[in-house]
């Protein structure tokens, strides 16, 4: 029961922390819109087009990818740390992760998705 409530008072702590910081900002802001204000940020730069424009197929397919090779390296840590325990079943099975790893990374190599220099999707 102990932990529970830490970890209670901790959420009510960032929801608290949260709510104050809405509510401060909103009180004591400056109340002066001008369209500047109101226009979008991108980066520092004006921004240009139209949000509604299609993007490549490219585009997302290099986002997935990444998505999928860092969800899977944050595997290795957890292994990493429990290297001494798993002896050496458990370092060929990460073996064989990275093999299965780097032969995804072979194929998506492989199939042009990663060559950015051509515009054929």
């Given at each position: 029961?102990?932990?529970?409530?830490?970890?209670?008072?901790?959420?009510?702590?960032g929801?608290?922390?949260a709510?104050?910081?809405?509510?401060?900002?909103?009180?004591l802001?400056p109340?002066?819109?001008t369209?500047?204000k109101?226009?979008?940020?991108e980066?520092?730069?004006?921004?240009?087009?139209?949000?509604?424009?299609?993007q490549?197929v490219?585009?997302?397919?290099v986002?997935?990818i990444?998505?999928l090779f860092?969800?899977e390296?944050?595997?290795?840590?957890p292994?990493?740390?429990?290297?001494?325990d798993l002896?050496?079943?458990g370092?060929?099975?990460?073996v064989?992760?990275m093999?299965l790893?780097?032969?995804?990374y072979?194929y998506v190599?492989r199939?042009?998705?990663?060559?950015?220099?051509?515009d054929?999707?």
């Open positions: 029961m102990q932990g529970w409530f830490s970890i209670l008072i901790m959420i009510a702590l929801a608290g922390f709510l104050v910081s809405i509510v401060l900002s909103s009180v802001g109340h002066k819109p369209p500047e109101a226009a979008p940020y980066c520092g730069m004006p921004p240009v087009g139209n949000a509604r424009e299609r490549s490219k585009f997302y397919l986002a997935m990444f998505l860092d969800i390296v944050a595997f290795l840590y292994w990493a740390m429990a290297l001494r002896g050496w079943n370092f060929a099975q990460v064989l992760f093999l790893l780097a032969a995804g072979a190599w199939k042009g998705v990663l060559d950015w220099g051509s054929h999707a």
